[in-house]
């Protein structure tokens, strides 16, 4: 089950949460307010990964992350 970084969008705060699916992102609260709404940020894990798929088919214009 992949780790998201979350961004609460109503008081701001950023958590990392286990979510089983994009659907689910919906349905969980702020751990600090208790509100959905919550914005999806990619972890290191995941962009590290995208960036490996992605990048054979870009030309990678736009390098992601603190990564070289
Ligand atoms: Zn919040």
Known sequence: MPMYDLKCLNCGHEFEDLVSSHDAI??????????????LKPSLFAASVSAGISGSTSSGSCAPGPFR
Do not use: A, D, R, V
């Not at 349905?27 to 600090?32: F, S």
């Open 26 to 39: 919906s349905e969980t609260t702020c751990e600090k307010c208790g509100i959905p709404g919550l914005e």
